[in-house]
């Protein structure tokens, strides 16, 4: 294989799968990673010149590490890591609830940082390593909704900048910070046209903007250790909840 490689946790659906079609149509080797959505990381493998899945439980962060493992053994030119795949479960800061919490840290959090530490000590890449960390933009515009997910966010963030100052000097790891863009949990098309205008742009970020965002970071020349926002100016604003339970209280309140 002589073509860079890039792993995309999550990249079967959603903002990772946008993620793994851009890198794709750029001709790198892209490996998706999934858990349970199988068929769906098949049917995208199949759409791009050269891929593969690989299948994972991220709730196992030993499964998880020996994935990375076993591919460092046989990608000559891994570039890239993006931990895109995570948990987002309801709870609240007056509410935590317990289980969803140690879900959230995990998956969220504890396994990408030790996918990246796995990465950066076995990977190779004459071009150098980047390893891509989504968050989201409630990073820098907290509520009190999704307080385990948020959590989870905040906690993963704190390691781009410790990973970066550990790193070697041609390796750069970077957080890429997306706003609402897909439809979560519950919400009906009408509801996400609504609340995902509530920007500084009152427009909606699409997820290929976020792939495009990845693609820059993977290959372009910024100084690791930094957060790039696409949210249309989202982390800006100051939202007392989260946009799905703003737009519906304006709804209600109409």
Request: proline share 5%; aromatic share 4%; hydrophobic share 50%.
């Amino acid at each position: 294989m002589t073509c860079p490689a890039v792993l995309v946790t999550g990249g079967a659906k959603r903002i990772g799968a946008a993620i793994a079609r851009r890198f794709g149509v750029e001709g790198w080797h892209v490996v998706i990673h999934c858990h349970r959505s199988v068929s769906e990381a098949e049917a995208l493998a199949a759409t791009l010149p050269s891929a593969e899945v690989a299948c994972c439980d991220l709730a196992d962060s030993a499964a998880a590490v020996a994935l990375v493992e076993a591919l460092a053994e046989r990608l000559p030119d891994w570039r890239a890591l993006i931990n895109s795949a995570s948990v987002l479960r309801p709870d609240l800061a007056t509410a935590l609830d317990p289980a969803i919490l140690g879900e959230a840290m995990q998956v969220n959090a504890a396994t990408p940082a030790r996918m990246a530490q796995a990465y950066l000590a076995r990977a190779r890449s004459a071009a150098g390593r980047r390893v891509i960390q989504l968050t989201d933009q409630k990073t820098a515009n907290p509520n009190a909704d999704f307080f385990s997910y948020t959590m989870s966010k905040h906690a993963l963030a704190s390691t781009v900048a410790m990973l970066q100052m550990a790193a070697a000097p041609q390796d750069r790891i970077f957080a890429l910070a997306p706003g609402a863009i897909l439809p979560s949990l519950d919400q009906s098309a009408e509801e996400a046209e609504r609340s995902h205008r509530m920007n500084l742009l009152r427009r909606r970020t699409a997820p290929e903007e976020v792939a495009d965002a990845a693609f820059l970071l993977a290959t372009g020349p910024l100084a690791g250790g930094q957060t790039l926002f696409v949210d249309s100016g989202q982390h800006l604003l100051a939202q007392s909840r989260d946009v799905i339970y703003l737009a519906r209280e304006q709804r209600d309140s109409a």
